[in-house]
């Protein structure tokens, strides 16, 4: 029998769709899922005549292989993908390479590249961004690892990947270790706070404004071929302009205002807490969620507190284009930091990694694709050891023009009450670095006085204790 090309295991929606996207990029591919009738439905159906081979037992899978056997793993984050190589480090042979291309922490990563390198195969952490359509007709791919296993896996990844508007693959070797799935981490931090942002201004359109849904999703469609021109963006429209079948109405408000969540945003704040970065838009992103959760209690809660009425009687269309500045504005913001979390760890881990080239890797395929992200790539190229994208000159100049429009969308939504903890916490995100002083001198007197924590001084040297209580 003829051996296939690489091998996949699990045929959830993204595993089906990177055995056909592989397939028709002219590699044969062996697939396993734990239910067979998974495997016979999947290779007498889609894969129908497309050099897909089913797979029913772990040694029908290694057997499929050309060697060096490469198999990459669609499986559910945790437990799952460490019972799947505890299953392949049984029938695979030293030089053989596993590929993870789940939502894997980048620690479990690591753990699990020391567990298979002792066994004398290499592994490679893989994030994959795109959803099932990306995944089919190209995502973006973020592969860390083994350098041997890169070597060994690069052409079916670079070739599966998207293609960038120059043609370049959003696909590249980042580095050692996790870094693959921590770049994929990062990149859904970056995404929760991106998508609160744009929800919020879809609020204050219709909160502040009076907008109906059509009318909203026009106005996105409109700010989509600017400098907000982005993959969520353009969805945005699209969902806003969708009416249900059912009732006749915009789609959009019958659905219930109650947002789900898997745990990659919240990985990334807990991350940039560790690294000690201050990334207050994506946790608020994720705090966001949480309370959106509680909607039980919040229905019982509206009866009860009170809050402004909500009545603006300004110039709507000036509004409208403060609300595009804040929402541009908040995404840099965003983004900032999700790089700032890059760098440090980059540096904390030793990983090298090329802040350039993540930006370019996210130009498509990936759900947080923008038209900015070559900006950024330029702003990293320009200054390497950039201490953070606001300080860009583009990006800096940026927010020079747009920080009064800004201010004034935040503080009008502050007075009617209605909460924009995106916008707000991107406004003092970047006042907080552009302040040469805060009050953080308070503070450390406070930790020194009930915790003799000590505090330095602005004009000496040497840390400095005071006996505060008489």
């Given amino acids: 029998m003829e051996k296939a090309d690489i091998g996949l295991v699990g045929l959830g929606v993204m595993g089906q769709s990177l055995a056909l996207n592989l397939a028709g990029e002219g590699y044969s591919v062996a697939v396993y899922n734990r239910r067979t009738e998974v495997v016979d439905e999947f290779v007498n159906g889609r894969a129908k005549g497309k050099g897909i081979i089913g797979a029913y037992s772990w040694q029908d899978l290694a057997n499929a292989l050309k060697p060096p056997r490469r198999v990459l793993l669609m499986v559910k984050a945790g437990a799952p993908v460490d019972s799947v190589i505890g299953e392949l480090l049984s029938v695979l042979s030293s030089g053989d390479v596993i590929m993870d291309g789940g939502n894997s922490r980048f620690q479990d990563t690591m753990r699990r590249r020391d567990l298979v390198h002792s066994k004398g195969l290499f592994y490679l952490g893989v994030g994959i961004s795109g959803g099932e359509e990306g ?180 110039d709507k269309q000036a509004l409208l284009e403060d609300i595009r500045q804040a929402l541009y504005l908040s995404k840099i913001c965003s983004y900032a930091q999700g790089f700032a979390i890059l760098r440090q760890a980059s540096l904390d881990y030793e990983w090298n990694l090329d802040l350039g080239q993540v930006a370019l890797i996210w130009r498509a395929g990936c759900i947080i694709r923008a038209g900015f992200l070559g900006e950024i790539a330029n702003a990293f190229h320009r200054n390497p050891h950039l201490d953070n994208l606001l300080v860009d000159p583009y990006f800096a100049e940026a927010l020079q023009k747009g920080h009064q429009s800004w201010r004034r969308v935040v503080a009008e939504a502050t007075t009617m009450g209605i909460p924009v903890p995106g916008f707000g916490s991107a406004l003092f995100y970047y006042d907080g670095y552009r302040r040469e002083r805060l009050p953080a001198n308070l503070l450390q007197a406070q930790r020194d006085y009930f915790g003799a924590h000590t505090y330095r001084r602005t004009d000496r040297p040497g840390s400095f204790h005071t006996q505060w209580s008489k």
């Fill in 135 to 314: 995944a089919l007709k190209g995502p973006s791919i973020m592969p860390g690892g083994d350098r041997a296993a890169w070597d060994a896996t690069r052409d079916p990844l670079l070739a599966i990947a998207a293609k960038a508007p120059d043609g370049e693959p959003c696909c590249t070797y980042l580095g050692p270790g996790g870094v693959g799935h921590f770049v994929k981490t990062v990149h859904n931090g970056i995404e929760y706070g991106d998508m609160q942002l744009i929800s919020e201004a879809y609020f204050l359109m219709g909160e502040l404004l009076g907008m109906e849904a059509q009318a909203i999703g026009e106005v996105f469609a409109a700010w989509n071929t600017g400098e907000l021109e982005s993959y969520l963006v353009e969805i945005t429209a699209d969902i806003l302009s969708r009416v249900d079948d059912m009732t006749g109405q915009p789609l959009v408000d019958v659905i219930l205002d109650e947002a789900e969540q898997k745990g990659t945003g919240k990985w990334t704040a807990q991350e940039a807490m560790d690294l000690g970065i201050p990334a207050p838009t994506i946790a608020e992103a994720v705090f966001a969620r949480a309370i959106s959760g509680l909607k039980e209690e919040r229905v019982r809660a509206a009866k009860l507190l009170v809050g402004p009425r909500v009545e603006f009687t300004g």
